[in-house]
Structures are given as structure tokens and as C-alpha cells.
């Protein structure tokens, strides 16, 4: 426990701060309490002194021409309860003299008083509570003074001292030790954070805190750093399929232009036949360029994140879909594909006009490298109050259900395509997702074997059209 108390700053500073705050309001309370009780029995002993005196003065009478008690059976034992109820009680003549007095009178100081009221009097170290009245009905002036010790009263003052000086440091010290069992409960479940925290190494992310104490500020701490895990964890794991899937990408063509080459050297060849193999290797090479230009581009994409809406400008999407089927129809000519389109003419949208190039470009290969010969392509593109929409279809082979969900993958292929005639690296959809993500727009396919298939991209129209209509 010492150990932990040392260790544990935090537990350490909340107790802390914890009995400093008890200890003053404790402080405070006794304060209270004291000058309280004071109060109280001061307000007590100064009626009693002033009921008496009342009392007496109706039960004078005057003695050899002077007032005096009044001494009848009665009056005696009235005079006995005072004595021993600690009362003082003294007639006074106006120059001090003492007519006559009942109790200790001569233990209380003489002062001849001025006005009617209390007064404090000390007499070795004594001290008396004074209430001084004028004589009532007399033939001389005079003082009827009626005093008691304030001894009862401080020594009930300094017992509540005493036990009030006991009993503090004692609460105190139950008090910091309850203080760190709650702080020790409550800083529990931070324990356990910081021992996953500390399991997480730098190839695990599965550790989890799987809190399952109330939903409370720790909980939502432990809730949070699970969901954080989750994310790093989803995060690590794409990171490392895209590393394999890029070596592996990377391996083939080196493994192809290594074992071409060694085949080649393997004897002396033809001219013929080195520049058969130059061109193989050229092919590879291209190959192992386009994608590594391919990788370079994502990796690009998604450090511009930050910062790329205020990159946009405004492009006219049907002048760039047309100038791109310009640029597509030679290949489709060759192919004996057909390019039919269907284009609203100046659709405005907010984007980079590189890399809405790149979109299309690669859909419209796609369109024309998986449509055999004699096949048919339709660019469609349409604007709605909101968005522009193009839809890319074409005729072929379509595409199996299952592959659908995993196309814009990164090195995704349908399997009949991983044939390396089409020499793709399967980045060009990845990519295309990745630049219409960053566009706030949506890309989407639809396909069935041996049915048309269809590309469509969802882009936002440009921000003036969408405040002026809005
Ligand atoms: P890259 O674009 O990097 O040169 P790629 O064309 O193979 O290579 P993607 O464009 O990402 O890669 O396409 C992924 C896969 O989706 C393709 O390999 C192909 O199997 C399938 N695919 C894409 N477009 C079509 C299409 N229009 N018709 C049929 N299949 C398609
Ligand atoms: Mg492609």
C-alpha cells in the first residue's frame, strides 16, 4: 500500500487535496461550533444574571436607612440557593460602600458601576460576570450588583477544545485512508489501460481494456482507447495486406525479367531472339513502372487529404468526359468496340481536373479492355439538382456477384483477368474510389455474368450552383 502510494501520484494528490479540504471545513466547523456555544452560554448566564436580579430587588427593604435583604425564612433559603448556585449578590452606595451582600462577594472586584449593564471583572485570574442595576424604590441611590464566575463556562469551552483537538486528526486519518481505498477503486480500471497500453506491441493491436464497470468517465476513457484500438487495428491490418499485396505485385515481374534473363544468357542467341526478349523485358519493365506510379498515386492521394477541398476548382465535366472518348476512340477502333455517349453539355462540378482525368481514363480502359471485339460502350452523364452522375457501361463477360464488393480493393482482380494479358495491376478502381472519396462522391458498380456492366461515379455540381439553388 506504501509502495503504491508513493508510486501512485495521482491516488497520492487526491487524498491530498482531499484532507487539506476536509481538514479546513473541519477547522471552520469547530470555529463555529465554538464561538456558537460561547455565545450561547454567555446569553444564558447574562439572562440568569438579570432574572435574579429582578427577583431581589422586589424583596428589599430598608434597614438602618439604607436598603437591604429582606430576612425572613423564605428570603434565608433563598439566599442559601443563590450562595450555592455560585451567585454573588452586593448592595452598593454610590461612593462603594457595601450595604449589604449575599454569596463570595468578596471575591468579586469592587467597581462602582456607571451605567446599568454587564461587565467582565478579573480577581487573581478569576473572572466574573457583572450585571449592575439601580437600587428601585430607596430613599438613597444605590447599585444592586449580582455577579458569577465565568469559570463553568470556560471550562465547558476548553473540554469542547479537547475533544475537538483529539477527535480532528483522528477523523482526518480515517478519512485519508477511506480517501485512498475510493481513489484506489476509482483509478482501478486506469490501472488496467495502462497494463493493455503497455501489452500493445508494435505487431498486436488486439489487446483490448473490455471495461465493464458503469459507463462513467473512465469507462468512457476505456470505451474510447477500445475504439481507438479498433481503428488502429483496421488501420495496421489494411497496412499490412497492401505491403504484401505490393511486394507480391513487385516479385512477379522482377521474377519474370530475372528467369527471361537467365534463359536468354543461358547460350549465345540470334539477334532476333535478344530483341524478342529486350521486348519482354521492356514489357515488364513498363508494367513494373505503371504500378509503382500506380502506388506512388495513392500513397499522394491520401497524404493530400488535409487540404484538398480548397485544391478544388471548378471543372466543366462534359468537356473533359468528351475530350477523354476522343482520346479513347482509336483503342476502341481497334478493338472494334462501339462508343456510343450520351453527355448533358455543361456540367459543372468542384473537383481537380487531374485527377477526375484519372477516373475516367481508367474506366473508360476498363470499359474497353474487358468488351471483346464487336462490343459496345455507353458514357452516359446526367446532372440532378445536386450531382452530376456518369455511368460507364459495357457489354462482356460482366463480372461475378462475389467479386463486386472487393473491386475497389487495391490489386483486386476477377480471377479471369489476374491473367497477366491485360497487363493491370488492379489499382486503376482503387485509385478511382480513393479520388471520388475525396471529391465527397460515391462510385458504384452493378453487373451480372454475361450481362452489361455498369461504373457509375456520383459527383457533387459546384458550389455556386448549390448555394444559389439551395
Ligand atoms: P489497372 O487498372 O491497375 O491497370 P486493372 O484494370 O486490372 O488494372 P482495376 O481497374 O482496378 O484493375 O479493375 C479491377 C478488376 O475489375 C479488373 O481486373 C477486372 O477484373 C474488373 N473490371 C474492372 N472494370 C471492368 C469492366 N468494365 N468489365 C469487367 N470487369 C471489369
Ligand atoms: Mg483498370
Known amino acids: 500500500m506504501l509502495f503504491r502510494f508513493s508510486k501512485s501520484t495521482i491516488r497520492a494528490r487526491l487524498t491530498g487535496w482531499y484532507i487539506i479540504l476536509l481538514g479546513c471545513t473541519l477547522i471552520l466547523f469547530a470555529t463555529y461550533l465554538y464561538s456558537q456555544l460561547e455565545t450561547s452560554l454567555l446569553g444564558q448566564l447574562d439572562t440568569a444574571l438579570k432574572i435574579t436580579a429582578s427577583e431581589i430587588s422586589t424583596t428589599l427593604v430598608e434597614q438602618n436607612g439604607h436598603p437591604a435583604f429582606k430576612i425572613t425564612k423564605d428570603s434565608e433559603a433563598m439566599t442559601h440557593q443563590l450562595a450555592n448556585a455560585g451567585f454573588a449578590v452586593r448592595l452598593l452606595a454610590p461612593n462603594g460602600q457595601i450595604w449589604d451582600a449575599i454569596g463570595h462577594y468578596q471575591e468579586v472586584p469592587l467597581s462602582i458601576p456607571r451605567k446599568p449593564g454587564y461587565i467582565n471583572l478579573t480577581k487573581y485570574n478569576k473572572i466574573w460576570r457583572v450585571y449592575s442595576q439601580p437600587l428601585p424604590k430607596s430613599p438613597k441611590t444605590g447599585w444592586l450588583q449580582i455577579a458569577q464566575s465565568l469559570e463553568p463556562i470556560s471550562e465547558a469551552l476548553e473540554h469542547l477544545l479537547t475533544l475537538m483537538l483529539f477527535s480532528c486528526p483522528l477523523i482526518l486519518l480515517i478519512a485519508a485512508f477511506g480517501g485512498l481505498f475510493l481513489a484506489e477503486r476509482a483509478l482501478r480500471p486506469i490501472d488496467r489501460i495502462i497494463r493493455t497500453a503497455q501489452a500493445i506491441g508494435p505487431n498486436d493491436f488486439t489487446q483490448r481494456i473490455a471495461y465493464r464497470g458503469p459507463f462513467d468517465e473512465v469507462g468512457r476513457l476505456a470505451f474510447t482507447i477500445d475504439r481507438m484500438l479498433d481503428r488502429l487495428q483496421a488501420a495496421f491490418e489494411h497496412e499490412r495486406r497492401f505491403m504484401a499485396d505490393a511486394s507480391h505485385e513487385l516479385r512477379t515481374p522482377l521474377t519474370v525479367i530475372k528467369g527471361r534473363i537467365g534463359v536468354t544468357l543461358s547460350r549465345s542467341r540470334t539477334l532476333e531472339e535478344y530483341e524478342n526478349t529486350l521486348t519482354d523485358l521492356q514489357r515488364e519493365v513498363d508494367r513494373l513502372i505503371r504500378l509503382s506510379n500506380g502506388l506512388l498515386f495513392l500513397t499522394r492521394l491520401e497524404q493530400s487529404e ?164 439551395a
Do not use: M
Not at 421 to 426: D, E, I, L
Open 306 to 469: 488535409l487540404g484538398y477541398d480548397a485544391s478544388l476548382t471548378n471543372v466543366d465535366l462534359s468537356h473533359l468526359l468528351e475530350v477523354l472518348i476522343e482520346q479513347i476512340q482509336l483503342l476502341a477502333e481497334v478493338e472494334n468496340i462501339t462508343i456510343v455517349t450520351n453527355i448533358d453539355s455543361c456540367i459543372w462540378i468542384v473537383g481537380n481536373c487531374d485527377h477526375l482525368t484519372s477516373i475516367f481514363l481508367n474506366l473508360l480502359d476498363n470499359a474497353i479492355k474487358y468488351t471483346p471485339n464487336g462490343g459496345q460502350v455507353t458514357v452516359k452523364a446526367q446532372q440532378d439538382r445536386l450531382q452530376a452522375r456518369i455511368a460507364v457501361t459495357n457489354t462482356g463477360k460482366g463480372i461475378e456477384p462475389e467479386h463486386l464488393p472487393h473491386l475497389f480493393k487495391r490489386f483486386y482482380r476477377v480471377e479471369s483477368a489476374r491473367s497477366r494479358s491485360t497487363g493491370g495491376a488492379g489499382l486503376g478502381l482503387a485509385i478511382a474510389y480513393e479520388i471520388v472519396r475525396l471529391h465527397h462522391g460515391t462510385i458504384s458498380v452493378t453487373s451480372q455474368p454475361h450481362q452489361l456492366t455498369t461504373f457509375t461515379v456520383c459527383l457533387p455540381l459546384e458550389r455556386l450552383n448549390l448555394t444559389l439553388e
